[in-house]
C-alpha cells in the first residue's frame, strides 16, 4: 500500500489554497488559490472529478485562514452519507442541483456567447426562450459545437462584408 507525506503548509499569507500530490514526483503543488473558499473548492471538485474520470485516486489537501494563521480544512474524498429522507418529502419535486445550475448556466453562456459573435447582440424574449430550451435538452458539446458554427458562420458574413466593402 503506498503512503502519501502529510501535505506541507502554503508558503506566505494565509489565503485558501488547494494542493494535489503528484506521484510521478513525489511532491505536493498548488493546484488553486485564492481570497475566498468557493472558487478553491469548485476547482478541487473539477480536478478530482477528472482524476477520477481517468481512473485516479486524486490526493488533495484544502488549506485556508483561521485566525491569522494556517489550517488545513478535512477533504473528504467521498461525500457524506445522506441522512434518510423521509418518504413525504420524496414526492416533492426535487431542485437542481448546485452543479446541474451551474452547467446549465455554463451552456447558457456559451450559446449567449455564440450568438454575440454571430452578431446578435439585441436578443428579444423569444430569442432568451430559444436559449433556455437549448440549454435543457442539449448536452455541453453540443452546446460548444453549434456556438462554434455560429461563430464560423459570423467569420464568414464578415468576411464577405469587408469584401463587398472592399469591391
Known amino acids: 500500500m503506498e503512503t502519501r507525506p502529510e501535505s506541507p503548509q502554503p508558503q506566505g499569507d494565509p489565503r485558501w489554497v488547494a494542493m494535489v500530490y503528484q506521484l510521478s514526483s513525489a511532491s505536493w503543488r498548488v493546484c488553486a488559490e485564492s481570497p475566498h473558499r468557493s472558487p478553491v473548492q469548485y476547482a478541487l471538485g473539477e480536478m478530482a472529478h477528472t482524476v477520477r474520470a481517468r481512473g485516479g485516486d486524486p490526493a488533495i489537501s484544502l488549506w485556508g485562514p483561521k485566525d491569522g494563521g494556517w489550517q488545513r480544512y478535512d477533504t473528504a474524498a467521498a461525500p457524506p452519507a445522506a441522512a434518510p429522507v423521509p418518504a413525504a418529502a420524496t414526492d416533492a419535486p426535487k431542485a437542481p442541483s448546485t452543479h446541474t445550475q451551474r ?45 462554434q458554427w455560429l461563430a464560423t458562420a459570423s467569420g464568414v458574413t464578415q468576411g464577405t462584408k469587408a469584401a463587398d466593402q472592399a469591391g
Open 103 to 147: 452547467m446549465d448556466g455554463r451552456r447558457r453562456q456559451v450559446l449567449l456567447a455564440g450568438l454575440t459573435k454571430a452578431g446578435l447582440y439585441d436578443l428579444t424574449p423569444d430569442d432568451l426562450t430559444a436559449v433556455e430550451a437549448l440549454v435543457e435538452s442539449l448536452d455541453e458539446t453540443t452546446v460548444r459545437r453549434v456556438a
